[in-house]
């Protein structure tokens, strides 16, 4: 019996985990909120491009993260880990034009 509880308990950990990991693309969009205010607001939506999530498709950030070398201010960035890196991506994908709730960065 009490076996029986405890391996449902699991489950639905795993359940809850494997969920919420398949929607934040492996990194954390709270952080790369943060973050993306942290070091790329400074320029955007300052001198640079209103750059938000809802600015891009999901596809269209998608493409960025895989090539990030196409981005012209990669040069520009503070030092950034890759884990920073894939948080601030998953912020923008998350929250991209066609994503369920997309975002405006104010
Ligand atoms: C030192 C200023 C500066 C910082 C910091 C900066 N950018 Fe940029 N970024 C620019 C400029 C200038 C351009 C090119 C012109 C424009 O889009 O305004 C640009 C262009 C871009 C583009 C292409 C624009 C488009 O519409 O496709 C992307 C994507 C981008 N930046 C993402 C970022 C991300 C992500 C960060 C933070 C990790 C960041 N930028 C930080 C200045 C900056």
Redesign the pocket.
Known sequence: MQRKVITGIVAALFLVTAFSMAFAEGGNARKGKY??RK??????G????D?SPS??LQK??KA?QAD?SS????A???N?SDSD?ND??TY?IDFAKDSPSPAKCS
């Open positions: 973050l993306y070091h790329c607001r400074t320029c955007h300052v001198n640079a491009s750059l600015s891009k269209e950030w960025l990030p981005i012209p201010c990669k520009d960035w503070p950034l890196l601030i991506f923008m």
